[in-house]
């Protein structure tokens, strides 16, 4: 995963925990309260930093899903099963608890309204999260690129932001989107069904001669498997841009 910033120039600072409220029965937002917090771009993330009563520390990265509008920074955590932090910040932590933050980290995968578009957000799982961080700057600004997003979940039960991305989708102001189920769909279910493929990105996205600007994230197979359709499908390898997380990337989520 690229990372322009470099991490022993920023400053650790201590954010407290203001919210939370689950996304999905393993997906929490926190909303931190951040003195001196510098101010972030979409797509940017952050290091978190806990220390145990014994000293042991333990850093992940988070991706930031606030617009940089946002009055505070709002990090969402997936739970995994192996993690060393994902489970307290999903299960245990609560409102006036404090946490250590490096950030903002990242300029490659990273997009201001002035950048335009059109876009293309392609996401697998809480790939979605910088993405969203996108669309709210889109909305907050008051911008009207135009923007196809792409999202894959497991099940209805696992998508992340449904509501606001229901809200999103139905505004009319230039975002379409489109999501797909790879496991269960529930009855009545309107959006598309199984893995993202080449033909159901070529339906999806902008043509090649849009020259849209894509960001794509996901777990690592995901990403290189859609960053390489899109390739093949005639996208300029110089504006697909990607996060990845899982085994072989940096990021928890």
């Known amino acids: 995963m690229a990372r322009a910033a470099i991490r022993g120039r920023l400053t650790w600072r201590v954010a407290e925990v203001a919210a939370t409220r689950m996304e999905t029965a393993s997906v929490r937002s926190l909303d ?39 009055a505070s920074l709002v990090l ?6 192996d993690g060393e932090v994902s489970p307290y910040l999903v299960d245990e932590v609560r409102a006036g608890d404090v946490m250590e933050l490096r950030g903002p980290i990242g300029g490659y995968f990273a997009w ?20 969203m961080a996108m669309l709210r700057h889109r909305e907050a600004a008051g911008a009207d690129v135009p923007v196809h997003v792409l ?24 975002v379409a989107i489109t999501q797909t189920l790879t496991r269960t769909r529930p009855p009545g279910w309107a ?39 899109l390739v093949a ?3 300029d390898p110089g504006r697909v841009r990607t996060e990845r997380f899982g085994p072989t990337g940096d990021a928890d989520g």
């Not at 894959?152 to 809200?167: M, P, T, V």
């Open 191 to 229: 959006g598309e069904t199984g893995r993202v493929s080449r033909d159901l990105l070529a339906r999806v996205a902008w043509p090649a001669a849009d020259r849209p600007l894509a960001f794509v994230c996901g777990p690592t197979g995901f990403v290189e498997a859609v960053a390489g359709w």
């Open 76 to 81: 969402t955590v997936e739970r995994l099963a």
């Open 32 to 70: 931190l309260d951040v003195p001196g917090w510098p101010g972030h771009r979409a797509g940017q993330h952050v290091d978190v930093r806990l220390t145990a009563q014994d000293g042991y520390q333990a850093e992940r990265s988070y991706s930031i899903a606030s617009a940089p509008e946002g």
């Open 151 to 174: 999202l894959s979940w497991r099940s209805a039960q696992d998508a992340i932001y449904a509501d606001e991305l229901d809200r999103i989708g139905a505004a009319g102001d230039g």
């Open 233 to 235: 499908l005639g996208h």
């Open 112 to 131: 201001d309204v002035a950048d335009g578009g059109p876009l293309l957000l392609v996401g697998g799982g809480s790939g979605v999260v910088p993405l």
